[in-house]
């Protein structure tokens, strides 16, 4: 599973047993310490008390996905869904469940949905990307990269909220440097896989890709140095690229 999913405490305004409330909260808690089947456990016995609860077939979702049961996942969030269609966060969450079960056009329709309803929702337009990408839509991918990184600017955050939308990791950098690089735009590509290392120099990933752009650019020196730390960092290929280019020199 490339993705865990938030956990997203939603309100839904329906009442409910008290019973299935305490059922509920020990699930979360469960959550907490990500103890996923246990937590199910305890939603199941929420659901038999009271099978019209949505908050429970939502935690329950994320409980499932969590736990690589995205089928399941899925069945609790269209429930939800059908019942609570202007939800954003299950929008999102489903996105994510698509996208590890290899739907990339449901996904990318979920994570629209979210923008629809939350058009200022960074790490949609973060996922969204990812799903295009994957449909080689590189234009479209490339877009929500942009998109991400502007509404990143402009948000004032601490380090575990810019984390969560991916605005401190080396995630989005590297992403779109992925893109640019795919376009031929190897000067766009580097600046990007830079600030991909800058941010997390223990990406090996970032300085093999950076390496390989710079080969494009015949920056042998720069190159060579990326190609050696990434094989420092113990990605392998980096090796395979240093004996065919660098072995005599």
């Known amino acids: 599973m490339r993705y865990q999913l938030l956990l997203i405490v939603v309100i839904f305004l329906t009442a409910c047993n008290s019973k299935v409330k305490q059922a509920n909260k020990r699930g979360l ?32 979702a994320i409980s499932y996905a969590n736990s690589g049961r995205n089928k399941e996942a899925l069945r609790d969030l269209n429930y939800v869904l059908a019942n609570y269609p202007d939800n954003a966060d299950a929008y999102f969450n489903r996105g994510i469940v698509y996208e590890n079960l290899g739907s990339f056009p449901n996904a990318i329709k979920d994570y629209t949905e979210t923008l629809q309803l939350r ?21 479209g991918a490339l877009e929500d990269y942009n998109q991400a990184l502007e509404l990143g600017k402009n948000v004032l955050m601490d380090a575990a909220t810019a984390k969560e939308y991916g605005l401190n990791s080396s995630a989005l950098y590297f992403n779109r440097g992925a893109v640019l690089q795919k376009k031929g735009n190897l000067q766009g590509a580097i600046q990007d896989y830079t600030q991909a290392i800058n941010i997390d120099p223990a990406s090996a990933q970032s300085y093999f890709n950076r390496a390989i752009a710079r080969l494009s650019l015949s920056g042998l020196e720069e190159a060579k140095a990326d190609l050696e730390i990434a094989s420092r960092l113990g990605f392998t290929q980096a090796n395979d690229v240093l004996q065919k280019y660098f072995d005599n020199h």
């Open 29 to 60: 808690e469960y959550m907490k310490q990500n103890l996923y089947e246990q937590a199910i456990t305890e939603f199941d016995n929420a659901l038999s008390i009271n099978n019209t609860w949505f908050p429970v077939y939502y935690n329950r």
């Open 119 to 139: 058009p200022d929702f960074i790490l949609a337009y973060h996922y969204r990307g990812i799903a295009r990408f994957r449909m080689l839509d590189l234009d």
